[in-house]
């Protein structure tokens, strides 16, 4: 817990907390990060289950910068949110299931694209194929990420819940 | 019928009161708000960035299919948007930056009405991999840039109450 608290009084925490943009400018930063990566991975996902199958799925693994751009513009920028009330998201249940779903996508995303890739043939680029198994994980990979951003917009009550009944 | 009665309409409207009503309801909406952006927002990334040739092993006229996820994204944005408004017309009418937001939702739907409507029928003939006209790829820019302003102008409303 004293880590937590360290982090939450450092200089640029208390910035966030503090100014009148801090907030809105890094969730306007979230918001463009999740647009890239879980609107990317939801167009994966449609087109590993079969929407748009003109899209080659080779085609959609060279978007994956763009996804992987989001994902690093979500991890900054949701460190400083975090740091910001680091003591209380600790402790918040939708935090916590939040983050279990960011990871569970993460490797369900991984997993997806271990399933789709056959063996590389010795000359000649990589060959994508759809089976079960990534038909099954691209259904859960959207329910995962479906997840983070419903549990990501529970945060906020159960923290304002919190403070209403005396928590941290 | 001037904006206060307009925005009097709005508050004392069905929608409005349900939204009012049901705690509940505003929550619900937003989970809807945020999926309905992923949704657009994943279509128009892959679409947009198609026709600026990131993604020359797509055919335009594959991404162009996933026009209607977009139409599904925005349509819930739009349903739950009039819901949120409804349930305080003064807090958002009045907002700078939710003004913005809306000047932009406007923009960036007249730009993808322009592309629709002067450009779709012979860029959805494209091969792949094929430099597409200058005015194809600045309607594309502009979509990028003009979505991406609505999602930060979104989140400033927050600022500017």
Known sequence: ?168 | MNIAHFFALAHDSWLGQIARDNPYMYTIGLVIHFTGLALLMGAMLLIDLTLLGFARTIPPGAALKLLPLAIIGFAMNLLTGIMFFCFDPDRFGLNPAFQVKMVLVLLAGANALWFTFAEHREVVLAPAGVRLPLKVRVSASLSLLLWFGVIVAGRMIVAFQ
């Open chain 1, 1 to 168: 817990m004293e880590l937590f608290a360290w982090l939450q009084d450092l200089p640029i925490s208390e910035w966030v907390q503090t100014s009148d943009y801090g907030f809105p400018l890094l969730l306007a930063a979230h918001s463009i990060g999740l647009a890239a990566v879980v609107g990317i991975l939801v167009v994966l996902n449609l087109r590993v289950l079969g929407y748009a199958e003109g899209i080659p799925i080779a085609a959609l693994s060279r978007l994956m910068p763009v996804a992987w751009v989001g994902f690093v513009i979500n991890a900054l920028s949701g460190i400083l949110l975090f740091m910001a009330n680091a003591t209380r998201l600790v402790t918040n249940w939708a935090f916590l299931v939040k983050m279990t779903a960011v990871l569970l996508g993460g490797i369900a995303t991984w997993i997806l694209w271990r399933t789709l890739k056959q063996r590389t043939p010795q000359d000649g680029a990589p060959a994508y194929r759809v089976t079960p198994s990534a038909l099954l994980t691209a259904r859960i990979s959207l329910g995962v990420w479906f997840a983070a951003i419903l549990f990501g917009r529970i945060i906020a009550y159960v923290m304002d819940h919190a403070m209403l009944h005396g928590g941290a």
